[in-house]
C-alpha cells in the first residue's frame, strides 16, 4: 500500500524526529529535512512518501562517524527508482501501487554505501512521462500535480518534477532524477538549479523502471555544482547487470576533486546559437559575458545541418518501452498486478477515473504495436538518430570548430500548468542531441526570466563529466548568488511582475 508523506512523517516525528541532536549530525540534518518538508511541501506535492527507516537510518550514519562527500545527508529519489524498505516503486502510476520490491538500486546501494540517508521518494510525471503525447508534466495518478516553488501556477518539467521542486524549495540538497530526453536537465533549469545527465553507462539502470536503454539513464540533481560532482561521484560505477556501464569503472572519478574555479581560462567552447532564444536571449548574452571575463574563448556556432529525425527517435523509444517494461515488470518480486505494457494499458482502461481524468495512454497504444527490438525498421532508426546526434551532431561541431565544449540556454522559463490543453512547452535548447547520443549534459542556473529561472547548458563528448563539471563550477563561482524562490501564488504576484500589472494612475 501507499503511504502518504503526511501519514509517513507523522510516524517519524512521533518516532523522535523532532528531538534536538548534535548540530551537523545526520539525524539533525534529516530532522530538518523532515521538518521542511512537513512546513512547504503541501504546497508542492513534490514528496510522494517518506522512508520510516530514515532516522533509524540517520542514527546508523552518526554512529559510524561517517564525514565527507554525500555522508550523513538526507536524500529523495525519483520513484522509479527501487529502495529496499517498506516503500514501494510507483513510476507515479497505481498499477504498481504494491511494488514493494525490498531491493536496493545499485545506485542506491552506492548512495549507502556513501553515507546518504534515503529519505524517501519524489512525485514525478507518471511513468517517466511517456503515457501520452497530451500529457502534464509533473502529474501522476499515485502524487497528482508537482508544482513549481517559484510560482505554483507554473510546470515544474518532466518528469523529474519532484526531485528538481524539492531541491529548489531547499526540502532537500541533493536528489536523483532519470532521463531518456530532457528529464533531469529540464527540472532542473526550470527550478532554478543544477542538473548532470551523465553519459548512459556511468550509472546502473537496474532496477529503475525504464523506457529506453539506448537513452535512459539516472542522474544527480544539486542545489550547487559541487554537490551534483559529489553525488555522481558516489553513484557512477559498473553493473555487472547493466551492459552499457561496462566501462564506469575505468572512466568515473572523483568529479568533486577535480573541480577548479580558473577552468575557464583559455578554452575554447563553442556557442549555439542555433538552440537559442525562445525568451533567454538576455540571460544568455549575461551568462556569455562571465564565460569571457574568465577566459574562455567563444565560438560562435550560427548554423547547424541537424540530420536527427524525431520520428526516429520516437521509433526507438516506443519499441524500446515495449520490450524494456516488459523486462522490469516480469522481474519485479511483488505482487504486482501487471507484467507487460498490454496489462499497463488493459489497467488504466479499467480504472480510468483514477488514472486518466485529464489525458489517456495514446503513446502507451503506439508503443504496444510495435514490433520488437528485432524489427529492422526500429535497428535503421537506432542507428540513424545516434548517428545524427553523436557522431554527425556532438562529435562533428566540436570537431569542426575545435572547442571542448558547447553551452547554450537549457530550456525557456516554465510555462503555466494546463490541464485543459496538456504541456505548452516552446521547446528549445539542444538537449535533445545529448539525450540520443547518450552524451554528457550539464545545466547551471543563469538567471531569471521575469521573475523565473532558467540555466546555461554545458554539452560534451561521451565520457567528458568531468570537465563539464568544472566549467559549470567556474561559471557558477564566477555567476554569484542568485534569488530563492518564494512560492508565489502566480508570477504575478512577483515584485518583478506584480506592478507592471497594475492600471497607471489618472
Not at 61 to 70: F, H, L, S
Not at 225 to 242: C, N
Not at 301 to 322: A, P, R
Not at 420 to 425: A, K, M, R, T
Request: proline residues 7%; aromatic residues 4%.
Amino acid at each position: 500500500m501507499i503511504k502518504s508523506a503526511a501519514a509517513s512523517l507523522a510516524m517519524l516525528f512521533a518516532t523522535g524526529a523532532s528531538a534536538q541532536y548534535p548540530d551537523g549530525s545526520a539525524r539533525q540534518r534529516t530532522a530538518n529535512a523532515l521538518a521542511r518538508i512537513q512546513a512547504i511541501d503541501p504546497q508542492l506535492h513534490s514528496v510522494l512518501a517518506l522512508d520510516s527507516t530514515a532516522m533509524a537510518q540517520a542514527q546508523r550514519i552518526d554512529a559510524r562517524g561517517a564525514r565527507g562527500g554525500i555522508a550523513g545527508e538526507p536524500i529523495l529519489l525519483k520513484d522509479n527508482i527501487e529502495a529496499a524498505g517498506p516503500l514501494p516503486t510507483t513510476a507515479g502510476s497505481l498499477a504498481l501501487s504494491t511494488n514493494v520490491t525490498n531491493r536496493d538500486a545499485p545506485l542506491v546501494a552506492r548512495l549507502r554505501a556513501a553515507g546518504a540517508i534515503i529519505l524517501g521518494k519524489t512525485n514525478l510525471s507518471e511513468w517517466a512521462n511517456i503515457r501520452s503525447n497530451h500529457s502534464i508534466s509533473g502529474w501522476s495518478a499515485v502524487g497528482g500535480q508537482t508544482r513549481n516553488p517559484w510560482a505554483l501556477d507554473r510546470n515544474p518539467c518532466g518528469s523529474s518534477s519532484g526531485s528538481g521542486a524539492a531541491v529548489a524549495a531547499g526540502l532537500v540538497r541533493i536528489a536523483i532524477g532519470t532521463e531518456t530526453d530532457g528529464s533531469v536537465t529540464c527540472p532542473a533549469a526550470l527550478n532554478g538549479i543544477v542538473g548532470m545527465k551523465p553519459t548512459v553507462g556511468l550509472v546502473s539502470r537496474t532496477h529503475i523502471v525504464p523506457i529506453s536503454h539506448s537513452q535512459d539513464t539516472a542522474g544527480p540533481i544539486a542545489a550547487s555544482v559541487r554537490e551534483a560532482a559529489m553525488l555522481l561521484t558516489a553513484i557512477a560505477g559498473s553493473d555487472p547487470a547493466d551492459p552499457a556501464t561496462v566501462e564506469a569503472d575505468k572512466r568515473k572519478t572523483d568529479y568533486a576533486a577535480l573541480l577548479d574555479a580558473g577552468s575557464l581560462k583559455g578554452k575554447r567552447i563553442g556557442v549555439m546559437r542555433f538552440a537559442s532564444g525562445f525568451g533567454t536571449d538576455a540571460a544568455f548574452a549575461t551568462a556569455l559575458a562571465v564565460l569571457r571575463e574568465r577566459g574562455a574563448t567563444l565560438v560562435e556556432i550560427k548554423k547547424f545541418d541537424d540530420q536527427s529525425k524525431g520520428s526516429d527517435e520516437l521509433k526507438v523509444l516506443l519499441t524500446e518501452l515495449k520490450a524494456d517494461l516488459a523486462t522490469y515488470l516480469k522481474g519485479s518480486p511483488a505482487p504486482i498486478p501487471v507484467r507487460s505494457l498490454a496489462d499497463v494499458i488493459a489497467f488504466d482502461n479499467a480504472h480510468a477515473k483514477a488514472e486518466m481524468p485529464l489525458f489517456g495512454q495514446d503513446t502507451f497504444e503506439d508503443a504496444q504495436k510495435t514490433k520488437g527490438l528485432s524489427d529492422p525498421a526500429y535497428k535503421k532508426a537506432r542507428e540513424a538518430s545516434f548517428r545524427a546526434a553523436g557522431p554527425n551532431g556532438i562529435d562533428h561541431l566540436l570537431k569542426q570548430y575545435n572547442v571542448i565544449a558547447l553551452v547554450g540556454p537549457t530550456m525557456p522559463p516554465a510555462w503555466l500548468i494546463d490541464p485543459v490543453n496538456g504541456d505548452q512547452s516552446t521547446g528549445g535548447g539542444a538537449g535533445s542531441l545529448a539525450a540520443v547520443a547518450g552524451y554528457p549534459h550539464l545545466t547551471v542556473p543563469m538567471g531569471l526570466v521575469k521573475g523565473l529561472p532558467v540555466g546555461l547548458s554545458f554539452i560534451g563528448p561521451k565520457w567528458s563529466e568531468a570537465r563539464l563539471l568544472s566549467l559549470g563550477y567556474a561559471y557558477e563561482q564566477a555567476r554569484g548568488p542568485l534569488p530563492t524562490p518564494k512560492l508565489y501564488r502566480s508570477i504575478d504576484d512577483s515584485p518583478e511582475i506584480a506592478p507592471a500589472l497594475l492600471p497607471i494612475r489618472r
